[in-house]
């Protein structure tokens, strides 16, 4: 009986406990729902043409919205926004793809095997790999104003120069004893796919634009 009563009211405190815990997730109020514009401009970047705006606006309202206490709604300039963020995109420039690939020769000694006395017999064994590159610089000029138009309007204005580069280094065509390559190199994969002008222009941006940017709004909407 007393192991019954211990476990009954085990139950109840569980009960209890659960029932409080969503209770309160109830009772949260919901994050207050922020109109925001971002308008996007760019001036004789022939890059530029190959960037889905569309795409890159989205990914940039994903990127300011994370840690945020309020949801940021994306709307069109003419809706009453109460944020507005004007982003002119004046200078970026996607470099030329640069590959190189050279050659090495790889020597390493490798036991093959023991002699009468038990000692260890070495093997010199060599082989060739081909190591290649690939490289590609960008760079992009950010000219920001973020505007507020709430209760304590607000204006913060800054330009952002950014560089990224690009770089994918893999081994490929291994001709002779694999045994004589440095096993570290296995690791040098080639990465596939490789990116387009939208990811360049994104990664641009998460250098020092963005996340100056979400800064601004936390600071606002703390």
Known sequence: M????KYFGLAILITLIFSFG????????PARVVPIAINIKSQNNHDLNFVDMNYYRLKVLDDID???????????PDENPEVILDLNIDNFVLWPRDERTSRRTMSRSVQVGTDQAGKPVYQTVTASVDITEIQR???ARFVTTLTFKGEKPKTFKQNFSSNYNYTNTYVDNIRGDQRAVDPR????????IEPREDDFLLQLSKRDMLPRI?????SYYK
């Not at 969503?22 to 109020?29: D, Y």
């Not at 190199?185 to 596939?192: C, D, H, P, V």
């Not at 979400?214 to 936390?218: A, D, F, G, P």
């Open 2 to 5: 007393f192991y019954n009563r």
């Open 22 to 29: 969503c209770g309160t997730k109830r009772n949260r109020p």
């Open 66 to 76: 994370d840690f945020l206490p309020v949801n940021l709604n994306l709307v069109e």
């Open 137 to 139: 610089r960008s760079n």
């Open 185 to 192: 190199l296995y690791s040098m994969q080639n990465l596939g």
């Open 214 to 218: 979400s800064n601004e709004l936390r």
